[in-house]
């Protein structure tokens, strides 16, 4: 199940199971949204994106949908796998001089074998 | 293979000294670099923005001269931790951004950099 801890929510999911991450995201103006892997001691991967024109966009395995109605994004990861554990950063682009790129509180996703 | 490259990928200093963080694009140029902190469990939060050849520019509540970045050429940013205590022990990690000609304009990242300050 979903519980948000001290830091970092943290959602556990059986192997083989679909998982999805939710993110609320800031601000309006934003046009442009992604979704971030990250594994303890790296940097952030990319795993999809997706415009403010859209509202869901599929990849590998991978699907983001997008409410702009109530800032709401999510990643839904199909058939999860043991590789798939990791912490999953969402990330807006703000509209502005430099288009800067504002990270979201992110979710540890563990897969349980 | 990668194509933003973070040098060193750890660094151990004592307070008081100075540490220089290297950012660089490999196949690409970026215009445009950016520098995150993230401490233990928490998300990644943008300390400042860079642009070749002009002043970075700096988030809320980060020092400016503390901090100090340099981005001189398109594919070279660094940041400089200056006189650095233990509360600026973090994981410090860069990204750049292509070209809208290069790399689509998409934003790539760096492996990081674990800063840990005696």
């Known amino acids: 199940g979903e519980s948000v801890g001290l830091h970092l929510p943290t959602l556990s999911v059986q192997e083989g199971d679909n998982s999805i991450i939710n993110c609320a995201y800031s601000n309006s103006a934003s046009d442009y949204f992604i979704w971030y892997k990250q594994e303890s001691g790296k940097g952030p991967q990319f795993i999809i994106d997706?415009?403010?024109?859209?509202d869901k966009r599929q990849g590998q395995r991978v699907t983001v949908l997008l409410n702009k109605t109530v800032k709401h994004l999510s990643l839904q990861i199909a058939a999860t796998q043991p590789g798939d554990s990791a912490v999953y950063f969402c990330?807006?682009?703000?509209?502005?001089?430099?288009?800067?790129?504002?990270f979201g509180q992110g979710t540890r996703l563990t897969i349980n074998p | 293979g990668a194509v933003v490259s973070q040098h060193p990928s750890w660094v151990i200093c004592k307070s008081g000294t100075s540490v220089k963080i290297e950012c660089r694009s490999l196949d690409f140029q970026a215009t445009t670099m950016f520098w995150y902190r993230q401490f233990p469990k928490q998300s990644l939060m943008l300390m400042a923005t860079?642009?070749?050849?002009?002043?970075?520019?700096?988030e809320q509540g980060v020092e400016k001269d503390k901090f100090l970045i340099n981005h001189a050429s398109l594919t070279l940013s660094t940041l400089t931790v200056t006189s650095a205590h233990p509360e600026d022990s973090s994981f410090y990690i860069c990204?750049?951004?292509?070209?809208?000609?290069?790399?689509?304009?998409?934003?790539?990242f760096g492996s990081g950099t674990q800063l840990s300050v005696l």
């Open positions: 990330a807006e682009n703000i509209l502005g001089g430099a288009q800067k790129l504002v």
């Open positions: 860079s642009n070749e050849g002009s002043k970075a520019t700096y």
């Open positions: 990204s750049a951004r292509g070209t809208a000609g290069q790399k689509g304009g998409k934003l790539f």
């Open positions: 997706i415009r403010s024109n859209m």
